[in-house]
């Protein structure tokens, strides 16, 4: 009789298996749930577990199975048993958990065979790159003028309304209200991610807010200046940083993106795990009645913005959306800030961070990964991105251990009519 519960993980294809040996019971179950969560923080949505050396299974160990069972089903993933003894056979199906039950083979057969065009690897990162639209390009849509920050700030003619009903995404700045006025002391960094859009009030810089489409209800925010694009995505690319404590910098991701599609401009929507994020929030609408001229002289820049003192929210999630650019002119050299001196990016992005929560990365569609974060996750910021590489100072810039990002390749840019939308 193993009076302990020894795992030993086994990574497999298109998943893992944890070979299990010993008795399950209230005190080892414990020790099951940790290294099921552990797989779970690693990135796998594809867990199997060999029981055929468990000679035991308690309540506990049930409850343990039965939640993560459930937790993999609702994140698109799958959690089976593909081998089981005969006696834990009987106690499963007792207890109505037989179902689990699955073949290894028959486990990897059912989830399709959709595979991505290309996977590449450069020893510290894997890289999974597919196509999905190449007769689609996304527009992308100008709004406001951005010299009006840096300047004299905005008035109630120099705002607009736009309602996120699942066709755009984007960032700028903006604020949940009635009107101009209700707005104006709030006015904060804003993304607009399909059917939900979210704000940090500058009044309140620890308190984000969101609207998400429910029913008939559809998310309205005003808006002093932004981008946004359409909801249309030219490639999907997929990565995963091989060691658990390896992280893959922003700056180097832009750089996989360029190389791969060749484009001076691309749009960018991520879903991604952090391992730090390091950037900056508006501590004072641009819109109010006392803004200075020089909002970025010193000691101005102190009052109206709040920097991350060191990359902060590891092991959260992001959903970050923005645009990058290489070209040398253009209308979107205004909505953009060099990302560093060295990398000849312009970007500008912002990003919803939220509590961890397991989440499916086979989605191809991000949508309804979006609607699962602001309905069941906790938000915990929206924040501007940058680099801080002030020398011997700097915090460095944002770094994520896996995640998964949907590209357009606008070939259109545009400035609606005032009152116009996407």
Known sequence: MHETLTIQKEILSDGICLHITGRIDAYWSQHLDESLDEVLRAGHRNIGLDLLNVNFLSSPGIRILLRYYKLLKQTGGKFYIGKVSVNLANTLKMTGLDSLIMPAEQAASSKGADQPDMVQDDGACSFRIRQIHAEKTPKLYLYGDPDKFREEGYQEADSISLQFDGSIYGAGIGALGESFDDCRERFGELIGLGHAVACLPADRPNSPDYLLKTGEMIPEVTVLYGFFFEHVFNFQLQFTCRDEAGTLP?????????????????????????????GSVLRKSPAGPDKPQAI?????????????????YAGSLALIAGVATTAGEGEILRFTRPKNEQSGFHVHF????FQYLPLSRDYTEPDSLIRLLFSRGRLLQVMHLLDDDREGTGAGESAFRYGSCWIGLPQNITRPQKGGRP
Request: proline share 6%; charged share 20%; net charge negative.
């Open 250 to 278: 922003f700056g180097a991701l832009l750089e996989k993106i360029r190389e791969h599609t060749g484009q001076e401009t691309f749009t960018l929507l991520m879903l991604a795990e952090t391992s730090g994020m390091v």
């Open 350 to 353: 912002h990003a919803a961070v």
């Open 296 to 312: 970025f002289s010193f000691p101005e820049i102190r009052e109206y913005f709040m920097l991350t003192p060191g990359p902060e």
